[in-house]
């Protein structure tokens, strides 16, 4: 009996897994977001992604036929979500082979699928084959496709790879989906048919399907050689193909999107449907929403690089388009509920994650709108500033230095910005430019609001259009441009392909690691490395690379070191101070041949440094234990995010939005200190990958696994994660465990550092020892020792705020008009009929607080005037200028007088018209620079009259 075809995307998610496991093929999970031990991607991209070293023969694969549907994400489409049919995060239906069924299997499949079982009209369907690949179309046409209905097309459409410069590659088949009326197809004679009509050629074509057929390697010259296993990479898009089930218009009218979009419809109380771009805005906030609890979900935590950028443009520009909607509240937060609720059966981890992902949107939420706020004002600033100056490009030309502000207040920001775009418009000498600046917004202004303050350009546009400035549109569609490139551009984080050629060349595939039954091997040397090229022989003293035919060296990976050791032959010992594996399970020892000489093929004996190798198992068990621990106390959204695992401490990066309390830190130490003193069973348990997942294995931070992996259970399921590291018998080896640290290293990433074993005994008796000696010496006992220390700390705070009170008098008393001190001066200066007072002076200041407070009393103290005050403060020469609001009104900027004095200095000042700071680098230099205030206020004053 034949099965109705699926409706609903639950349905055909289902329908194609099971399509394909009923052909022999292993159903895997989705893999994360965040791609494992590939430093090539930013985010996941495609459904092969996860198996690229299946592809290459890297790894061997759980199953040689695979399937899967995988999430992915594409940063180039962010600021194109909103059309009919860009997204940023996707499903990929997939079906694979490694080296085992090929184009024929495929091809068949592909079309019994979607006649059969999803029911599309044969009629409705047009195939693409490479322009040179007779075999893909003589398959299609065995399968009974007409010719007329088969399309030939050269790379760009119909071939793919290699993905770098060298590396797998091959024709592709795509099957289209018509989507128009039969009455108007071309008859077959007709020349339309093989010209402008058809794939590629008419928007009622939609590709649904792509074959891959992965059969030829190419190599650094451009040549191909036929792979002697090829392999099938296919990809359906979900969303694309639920649509023409559904026979929706676009992806947001399938059940897909739906639940979601009726989400927005409530917040916003806008209705779907009736609006353009209404619609287009409730896609975005959809969409965005979507593919944000996604990533926060695998996650990535908003930043300013790399996938925390990606994640907070997203965020950003949601949030953007749901004020366009009318919602100035929380939304993106709000609707991650609907997502979880309606996905989260297929993708547990938005369930498992939801209250951490809850919690990430409101914070950037949250953020976002005081930084919204603020563009807001340094909008304002950019555009008050030009209406306020209509002569600051007479006066750059003339050579003058325009007043910049100097405050971080938004209206001071926008006031820099607006005077550095007519500095740069006066150097270039664009005269139409210049004379357009007081009534036009630059391109690269208007990017900075969006870029940097998230302001919308069309938002720009109305508040300028206000004050009747137009906004540069072109020029920022420039801007946008150069870094949607720079976003392109680092879609690849570079690998190192280029140092892994030399062990891949040398063919060998694997090292055998005995590491786990013993610390010393009898073994022979398979290949030696010097300089980065393959040699037979070393000699004393060169750095070398070492291959062996089976090792105990643990090789670094999944966050342990590497082990260090030595290997020893017939006269030669060579010094290991690593263990790394570039290439596939190649264990690779890097070191130093300490005495005579070392050839390839030779018999030696290799042995790990076994003390060293115990600290680092200590190390790691517990690593485990915290990770458990910190589940269990913080919450199941902890997710490793990072380990480094050497003999001296661990240290433990893993996602939480707060700082953790006293009582958590406490909580978690005790519990791994509990699961030690308990003296658990660490078994090791080897399965295969599906199986230790579908058991509950943890597999956050790791590799691309094999078809048989190693696990480690404690108190499972307490504790069950997929690692390869080497580990303690029983917990109890671990000795004490004591935390060091819990720190922030990014938005909602934290990092606790801790030791255990003898180290922790080690720190344990320093800090009982540093206890012992302040009791020691407050003459009280142990347990006294605290409450002693905050007594003398609050006499100690008391006594300094009463010494900071008597200098504060001391100053206040030697400077003003009645001061004998010898190094003050005062004088009067004439200025556009206006007398100004100013006051100079040298004072014994201990810091600038005290520095700044004398200068506050003297300008109280003359009521009118600049008061300009010195100190040398801990070696070095500092000043503070203030001047009163009415001579300001005069003439008087303190900034500029600052910058002047500090110049003398050696050093560097500024600061507003009303209060500013100087410092210098020689405290001999202050007396001479106090002396040529008078002098640096005339010509300031002198300047200001000419303008």
Not at 283 to 294: D, G, I, L, N, Y
Not at 417 to 432: P, Y
Not at 903 to 931: C, D, I, R, Y
């Amino acid at each position: 009996m034949t099965s109705r075809p699926p409706k609903t995307a639950d349905e055909l998610r289902e329908a194609f897994l099971s399509y394909f496991e009923g052909n022999d093929h292993l159903r895997m999970p989705s893999a994360s977001l965040i791609p494992a031990a590939d430093p090539t991607l930013l985010l996941t991209n495609s459904g092969m992604a996860q198996f690229k070293p299946y592809f290459s023969g890297e790894k061997e694969p759980p199953h040689p036929r695979v399937t899967t549907s995988q999430k992915c994400f594409r940063t180039t489409d962010i600021e194109e979500v909103g059309d009919d049919t860009h997204l940023t995060m996707f499903e990929m239906l997939g079906n694979f082979s490694f080296g085992d069924y090929f184009k024929k299997e495929a091809c068949a499949w592909a079309l019994d699928l979607l006649t059969n079982r999803f029911g599309l009209d044969p009629e409705r369907l047009y195939y693409t084959v490479y322009t040179t690949d007779d075999e893909a179309e003589n398959i299609w046409k065995e399968l009974g496709i007409p010719a007329d209905r088969i399309y030939r097309f050269g790379d760009e459409d119909n071939w793919w790879g290699p993905a770098g410069d060298e590396g797998v590659c091959g024709p592709s088949s795509e099957i289209n989906y018509y989507q128009g009326s039969l009455d108007d197809v071309p008859a077959v004679d007709d020349p339309v048919r093989k010209g402008v009509w058809g794939p590629n050629y008419h928007d009622d074509f939609v590709e649904l399907y792509n074959l891959v057929f992965t059969q030829f390697y190419r190599d650094l010259d451009g040549n191909d050689t036929v792979l002697p296993a090829k392999n099938i990479d296919t990809g359906m898009g979900f969303e694309r193909m639920l649509a023409v089930l559904q026979g929706a218009s676009n992806v947001y009218e399938t059940d897909a999107f739906r639940p979601i979009i009726a989400h927005v419809e409530r917040l916003s109380g806008k209705e779907w449907g009736q609006d353009k771009e209404i619609d287009r805005s409730i896609r975005v906030v959809a969409e965005h929403a979507r593919s944000a609890s996604f990533l926060i979900g695998d996650g990535v935590i908003p930043g300013n690089s790399g996938r925390g950028y990606v994640l907070r443009r997203l965020i950003r520009r949601g949030m953007l388009f749901g004020r366009e909607l009318g919602m100035d509240t929380l939304m993106l937060s709000d609707i991650s509920k609907t997502v979880s609720d309606h996905m989260g059966h297929a993708y547990p981890e938005l369930v498992g994650n939801y209250e951490f992902i809850k919690d990430v949107l409101e914070q950037e939420e949250n953020s976002f709108s005081r930084t919204l706020e603020f563009g807001a004002r340094v909008l304002s600033g950019m555009v008050n500033y030009r209406s306020e100056n209509p002569d600051a490009a007479e006066q750059l030309k003339d050579g003058k230095k325009l007043n910049s502000p100097a405050g971080d207040d938004g209206k001071s920001v926008g006031t820099r910005l607006a005077i550095a775009e007519l500095e740069r418009l006066v150097e270039s000498g664009d005269v139409d430019a210049i004379d357009g600046w007081r009534a036009n917004v630059s391109g690269t202004e208007a990017f900075v609001l969006y870029d940097t303050y998230g302001y919308p350009v069309e938002v720009t546009e109305e508040v300028a259009g206000e004050e009747d400035l137009v906004v540069d549109r072109a020029g920022f569609e420039t801007e946008m441009e150069t870094q949607r490139e720079r976003s392109r551009a680092a879609g690849g984080f570079g690998g190192n392909a280029e140092s892994n050629r030399v062990y891949e060349a040398l063919g060998v595939e694997d090292t055998p690691f005995t590491g786990y039954e013993t610390l010393i091997s009898e073994t022979s040397v398979s290949a030696i490395v010097n300089n980065g090229e393959a040699v037979d022989s070393a000699s004393e003293g060169d750095d070398v690379e070492i291959i062996l035919g089976e090792t105990p060296f643990y090789a670094a990976r999944g966050g342990q070191v590497g082990d260090t050791g030595v290997i020893s032959g017939d006269g030669v010992e060579v010094t290991i101070t690593d263990t790394l594996a570039p290439y596939g399970h190649v264990n690779v020892h890097h070191g130093t041949i300490a005495s005579g000489s070392l050839n390839k093929g030779d018999g030696v004996t290799a042995s790990v440094d076994g003390e060293r190798r115990e600290r680092i198992r200590r190390n790691h068990t517990a690593t485990h234990l915290v990770h458990a621990a910190l589940r269990e106390i913080v919450g199941s959204h902890v997710r490793q995010a990072g380990s480094v695992v050497d003999p001296d401490r661990l240290r433990f990066d893993f996602t939480n939005m707060q700082a953790l309390t006293r009582d958590q830190i406490k909580a978690v130490q005790d519990r791994v200190n509990e699961k030690i003193r308990l003296n658990r069973n660490v078994e090791v348990h080897w399965t295969t990958y599906g199986e230790a997942v579908e058991e509950g294995a943890l597999a956050f931070f790791g590799d691309t696994y094999d078809n048989e992996v190693r696990t480690i259970k404690i108190d499972a399921p307490w504790s069950y994660e997929l690692c390869g590291g080497t580990h303690m018998d029983h917990t109890g080896g671990i000795g004490m465990f004591v935390i060091t640290s819990e720190t922030g290293i990014g938005s909602g990433m934290r990092r606790m550092e801790a030791i255990t074993g003898v180290a922790s005994e080690e720190a344990i008796f320093e800090r009982f020892g540093a206890l012992d000696e302040i009791a020691l010496k407050f003459r009280v006992p142990v347990a006294d020792a605290g409450d002693r220390v905050n007594s003398l700390a609050n006499d100690l705070a008391q006594s300094r705020k009463k010494v900071a009170q008597l200098e504060e008098q001391l100053l206040q008393a030697s400077v003003g008009g009645s001061s004998s001190n010898g190094s003050a001066n005062s004088f009067d200066i004439e200025a556009d009929d206006v007398s100004i007072h100013v006051e100079v002076s040298e004072v014994p200041a201990s810091n600038f607080g005290a520095l700044r407070k004398t200068g506050d009393h003297l300008k109280n103290q003359i009521g009118k005037g600049v008061v300009v005050l010195g100190s040398v403060i801990d070696g070095k020469p500092m000043v503070v200028v203030m001047a009163t609001d009415d001579v300001v009104e005069a003439g008087i900027h303190s900034g500029n007088i600052a910058k002047a004095i500090a110049g003398m200095m050696g050093g560097g000042g500024g600061g507003n018209p009303t209060v500013a700071q100087a410092g210098g680098k020689n405290a001999e230099q202050l007396p001479e620079a106090l002396a040529a205030t008078e002098g640096i206020i005339r010509e300031s004053l002198s300047g200001r009259a000419g303008d």
